[in-house]
Structure formats: structure tokens, C-alpha cells
């Protein structure tokens, strides 16, 4: 399986974070746009799985096979960038700055959220014929999901904020330790297997991610989910992406850059 040792795969995690804040406007929106529009793609087939079949953990397991498809295309996700750009600038590695990790973030969030906007549109769009027609059980499924993750956290006030939150920490350490999984191995199959093991669990979990809310909220919307621009921002994707931050820099990136690059002396018997 060409396992590679945690102080190898951890040196390229680092490496990885220097080239994403290294690459141009162009390629960073573009490859966002790709990642977003793909994983909108993999949250609505899981869902239209679940949904048909009555089985939640076989969509949860097939979920992973958008997450699969994006890395291996090298597109990125603003969950992944979250864990391996700061590296970079921890690692003090020539001409990143906090500013240069900022603007690699703004330009992924707005191509992630571009992309999975567009995938909104085109998975309503079909599902309505033209916005003609009923959506039919996928599109009330998505809208009560769209609906009961939104003003059914506002419920619980600061209680219902943290529970998304802490849920949004979850679902980054299992997603970056996916992004982590494939860079243990040079081979393909077991990349896929190392990413599709935790990106299940957490979508089985209903951990909230920020890019796959980037388009299933607004998809619920348009299906007539009932709640506003303001509570899915202020209710859902804002507590999400600070929590994916926390969970994916705090459970997965920090705690291997410091046990296998910056490592402390060892004991003396």
C-alpha cells in the first residue's frame, strides 16, 4: 500500500499549505468553484440515496465518493485549507504571511460558495422542471433538513449556537483527517480508502460542514424551506465555519505538525 511515516506525510501537509497560498487568483477560485459545485453533487445524491431507499448509512456511505473525486482532482475545500494553510505560516515558510493565509481563504470560501450556489440551481432547477412543478420527496426532505437546522437550533438560543459549533468541530476533524488519509499512501486505492472512513462517519453523524450547507441551504430555500438569509447565516454557516476552523487546525493539524515536525526532545532514562 507505499504507507508513508507520519513525519513524511506531515512535512507534506506543510508543503501543501505553502502551495495553496503561493497559487494565483485564477487557479485558487477556480479549483474552490470545483470543489463546492462537486460536494453540493455528493450531498444531494447521499440525501436522494437515503431518501428512496430508507437507509441513512447507505447514503452516508456513498457520500464520500464527492470528497474522493474532488481531492483526487487536487480541488479545493475551505475545511481542508483551514487545517494545512496555517501550517505553512507556523512553519515559518518563506514569504507566507497571516495575510496571504487570510486571502486564501476569502478566495476559497467564494469559489467553494460559488460553486456549490451553482449546483443549488441546477439540482432545483431539474427537480421542478423549469421551477413548473412539485420537487416531490427530495425537495420536502431537503427543506425540513434546511428548516429543522436552522431556526430548530435558534430554539435553544446560545445552547442551539454552540451545538453547531461544536458540530462543526466534529465534522472537521473527520473531514481533515480524510485530507490527511491521503497523503499517507501513493496509491490511489488506499487515498480512497484513508478519506472515505471518516468523511462517512461524519456525514452519517449529521455534522455540519460548511461547504455542503453552502448548498443545502440554499437549495432548501428555493424548495421552500421556511426561514430566512439571516438565519441560515447566523444560524448555521456562520457558527459552521468557525467550528470547522477550530476542529480542523486544533484536532488534526496542530497536534501533527507538533508530534512529528516540531517535535520535543526525547526523555533521557
Not at 459549533?165 to 480524510?178: A, E, H
Not at 432548501?220 to 476542529?247: C, H, K, Q, R
Not at 484536532?251 to 533521557?268: A, D, Q
Request: aromatic share 14%.
Amino acid at each position: 500500500m507505499a504507507y508513508i511515516e507520519p513525519s513524511e506525510f506531515v512535512t507534506k501537509m506543510v508543503d501543501s499549505g505553502e502551495q495553496k497560498v503561493y497559487m494565483s487568483t485564477k487557479d485558487t477560485v477556480i479549483r474552490a468553484f470545483m470543489a463546492g459545485a462537486i460536494l453540493g453533487l455528493a450531498a444531494i445524491f447521499a440525501i436522494t440515496v437515503a431518501t428512496k431507499t430508507g437507509s441513512p448509512i447507505l447514503g452516508a456511505c456513498l457520500f464520500p465518493v464527492g470528497f474522493i473525486m474532488l481531492y483526487l482532482m487536487k480541488f479545493d475545500l475551505l475545511t481542508g485549507v483551514f487545517t494545512l494553510v496555517p501550517l505553512a505560516l507556523l512553519d515559518k515558510r518563506p514569504g507566507v504571511t497571516f495575510g496571504g493565509v487570510m486571502r486564501n481563504w476569502g478566495l476559497v470560501f467564494i469559489g467553494n460558495f460559488g460553486g456549490a450556489m451553482t449546483t443549488a440551481f441546477f439540482m432545483s432547477f431539474i427537480l421542478t422542471y423549469g421551477y413548473s412543478a412539485d420537487g416531490g420527496a427530495i425537495a420536502a426532505k431537503v427543506a425540513h433538513i434546511g428548516e429543522s437546522r436552522t431556526v430548530g437550533y435558534q430554539e435553544h438560543g446560545i445552547g442551539g449556537w454552540l451545538t453547531i459549533f461544536i458540530r462543526g468541530m466534529l465534522c472537521n476533524w473527520m473531514v481533515s483527517m480524510g485530507v490527511v488519509g491521503a497523503m499517507i499512501s501513493t496509491s490511489a486505492g488506499a487515498k480512497m480508502a484513508a478519506m472515505w472512513m471518516p468523511v462517512m462517519l461524519f456525514f452519517f453523524m449529521g455534522f455540519e460542514h460548511s461547504i455542503v450547507n453552502m448548498f443545502l441551504f440554499p437549495f432548501s430555500m428555493i424548495m421552500g424551506g421556511d426561514f430566512t438569509v439571516y438565519d441560515y447565516l447566523l444560524w448555521n454557516e456562520i457558527p459552521t465555519v468557525l467550528g470547522n476552523l477550530a476542529g480542523g487546525l486544533l484536532l488534526v493539524g496542530l497536534p501533527l505538525y507538533f508530534t512529528h515536525v516540531r517535535t520535543s526532545p526525547e526523555r533521557k532514562l
